[in-house]
């Protein structure tokens, strides 16, 4: 399953949640589901709850299918509870940290900072979103990057305040991985264990 690119407040309101990492913009009275009049809400099946869960993690991180199942298989051979440890490898990407840094208004507006080699980890250019940074690694912008008005934008007004487990240098613009981050500081809420049911039948 490829990549969504399509509207992306739709999803949004499909999911009836904000998803940081997919869009800046906000429901507002629009929370409704999408749909030329919108839709009484519906009881949902056991299911379909699962399911959006699920797609809350998709969507905001900017994955496939493929790419969550390979992230739950590593996480369900972890001695740490499996969904605790699945959130804590989501938001240890690295397109993930140069979003939660600041450096772009979105995941996916990472993800093309991350290819388009405008990101240094440690000083040397990367161009792997999934890269998984650890305590102790920092990234900042290249000269080009830093020219680029997403980035300044993003710089200037951050989507979401930085969470605890990184530092910022705000004279020489890097971002420093403090800690390993913890599941509770994901930035919107998710049913994880409804996420761990769901692949559990299925993988």
């Not at 000269?143 to 997403?150: A, H, L, N, Q, Y």
């Amino acid at each position: 399953m490829s990549r969504y690119t399509g509207p992306r407040l739709k999803i949004m309101r499909a999911l009836g949640t904000e998803l940081p990492g997919l869009s800046r913009k906000a429901l507002g009275e629009r929370n409704n589901p999408p749909g030329q009049h919108g839709q009484r809400p519906k009881r949902k099946s056991d299911f379909g709850v699962k399911l959006i869960e699920k797609q809350k993690l998709r969507f905001n991180y900017g994955l496939t299918e493929g790419q969550i199942q390979r992230l739950f298989r590593e996480a369900k051979k972890s001695k740490a509870p499996t969904g605790e440890k699945l959130l804590e490898l989501l938001e240890r990407r690295l397109d993930n940290f140069v979003f939660r840094a600041g450096f772009a208004p979105t995941a996916i507006a990472a993800r093309q900072l991350v290819l388009h080699k405008h990101v240094l980890l440690n000083g040397r250019k990367v161009n792997i979103p999934s890269l998984r940074v650890r305590p102790g690694d920092s990234i900042a912008l290249t000269e080009k990057g830093r020219t680029i008005p997403v980035a300044i934008g993003s710089l200037a007004e951050p989507s979401l305040a930085r969470p605890e487990w990184l530092s910022f240098d705000e004279a020489g613009c890097t971002a420093t991985v403090t800690r390993t981050p913890d599941a509770s500081e994901v930035p919107f809420p998710v049913e994880i264990q409804h996420v761990v049911e769901y692949y559990a039948v299925r993988i």
